[in-house]
């Protein structure tokens, strides 16, 4: 049986890759943080384990279970399975898996910042999956607003930047300032 991934951050704006069989889905047990790592000056969005957690995403296919480019995708984290913490509509369930920065690449030190056009990428997933209230959701349940967003939207530093409407960048941009996140 073809294998699926679980997306809880880029991986839910299907404008992104070209996964097939892509539906919403939750994970029950885990919490999305932004984390730092020695490896660079951008925080990665990871999850870590929260048995009182359940985060929405999108499942997808991998298909022929060719992990390759998807890990390369996904560098800096570890695949992991996800067992049953996947809840979704599929049945059979096929095997699902998820990525997470270990906690041994995880450092507190550090001037990190979150890139605005990442974050403009993620909103935009939950957004059109989820509509407003998914993407109060993925604010609510994501840790590490106190880490300051770099405003990169007119030189985009993420490869995989998005154009976004005017609606959906005020969408960022409110929660940002309810957050009292810092924008430099």
Not at 104 to 125: F, K, N, P, T, W
Request: glycine residues 6%; aromatic residues 10%.
């Amino acid at each position: 049986m073809t294998p699926y991934f679980f997306g809880y951050g880029s991986l839910v704006n299907r404008a992104t890759h070209s996964y097939p069989d892509a539906q919403t889905a939750q994970l029950k047990g885990w919490r999305r943080a932004w984390v730092k790592t020695p490896a660079r000056d951008v925080v990665f969005l990871s999850v870590v384990k929260d048995l009182s957690s359940t985060i929405d995403g999108l499942i997808a296919a991998v298909p022929d279970a060719d992990w390759a480019a998807l890990d390369a995708r996904e560098g800096g984290y570890d695949r992991i399975k996800s067992h049953n913490a996947v809840t979704h509509t599929m049945t059979p369930a096929p095997e699902i898996a998820h990525y997470a920065v270990p906690a041994a690449r995880i450092c507190d030190a550090g001037e990190h910042v979150i890139l605005m056009s990442y974050l403009d990428v993620v909103v935009q997933g939950f957004y059109q999956e989820f509509g407003t209230k998914g993407v109060a959701r993925f604010f609510d349940s994501t840790d590490g607003w106190d880490t300051p967003v770099l405003n990169d939207r007119a030189a985009p530093r993420y490869p995989r930047a998005q154009i976004l409407s005017p609606d959906e960048t005020d969408l960022v941009d409110d929660h940002l300032a309810a957050l009292s996140v810092r924008v430099k």
